[in-house]
C-alpha cells in the first residue's frame, strides 16, 4: 500500500509520461522538417562534426548528430563518403522507440520525484494535493508527526550543456502555508 505522499502526487504519473511523449513527438516532427529542408542529406541536416572548435560547440553537434541518427535509416544502395550525401528517412520504428524512451524516463523521473518527496518531508499521516505540478505548480499539504506543512513544487524541463532534455521538479517548503 502507498504512503499518504505516494497516494497524494503518483495519480499524476500519467500526465506525466504523456507529457513527455508529446515532447518526443514534437522533437520528431522537428527533425523531420530539418530533415525534409536538407533534401533527406544527413551530412548537411546534422553533419558528425570536424575541424577545429570547442569541447561545447563539439558536444552539442554530437547530440544533434545521434538525434538524427537515432531517428533515421540511411537509404539503400548509396555509397557514402564524407564528401558525399547520405540520404536518409525519417524510420517509423525508431520513432517509435524514441517516443517510448522518452515515456520510460519521464516514468522514472517521476517515481524519483516521489522519492525524493518522501525522503524531504519523512513520515506523513496525510497528504493532499492541490494543482496539477505537470502543467505549472501544485502544493502537498502534509500532516506529520511535528505539524503541517506545505511543500511547493514546479515542473521545468532543463537541457543540459549537451543538449539532453530532462525533467527537474524543484520542490521548496513553503514557510507559513500549511
Known amino acids: 500500500m502507498a504512503n ?11 500526465a506525466a509520461v504523456e507529457r513527455a511523449a508529446d515532447h518526443a513527438r514534437k ?3 522537428h527533425v523531420t522538417a530539418e530533415l ?25 553537434k554530437v547530440a544533434r548528430y545521434r538525434l538524427f541518427e537515432n ?9 557514402v563518403g564524407m564528401n558525399t550525401p547520405c540520404y536518409a528517412d525519417i524510420d517509423p520504428e525508431k520513432c517509435g522507440k524514441f517516443i517510448e524512451a522518452a515515456r520510460k524516463d ?10 525524493k518527496l518522501n525522503q524531504k518531508i519523512g513520515v506523513a499521516t496525510t497528504a493532499r494535493l ?19 506543512q506545505c511543500w511547493k513544487t514546479q515542473q521545468i ?7 539532453k532534455l530532462f525533467s527537474q521538479f ?4 513553503v514557510k507559513g502555508k500549511a
Open 36 to 60: 525534409a529542408a536538407c533534401g533527406n542529406d544527413l551530412h548537411v541536416a546534422a553533419p558528425y562534426p570536424s575541424g577545429n572548435m570547442g569541447k561545447h560547440e563539439y558536444m552539442v
Open 71 to 79: 531517428l533515421t535509416t540511411w537509404r539503400e544502395h548509396q555509397s
Open 130 to 148: 492541490e494543482g496539477n505540478h505537470v502543467w505549472s505548480c501544485s502544493f502537498l499539504y502534509v500532516t506529520t508527526p511535528f505539524g503541517n
Open 157 to 163: 524541463i532543463n537541457q543540459s550543456k549537451y543538449g
Open 170 to 173: 524543484p520542490t521548496r517548503k
Open 27 to 29: 522533437t520528431i516532427n
Open 4 to 14: 499518504p505522499i505516494e497516494a497524494a502526487v503518483l495519480p499524476l504519473k500519467a
Open 106 to 115: 519521464a516514468a522514472e523521473q517521476y517515481d524519483l520525484f516521489v522519492a
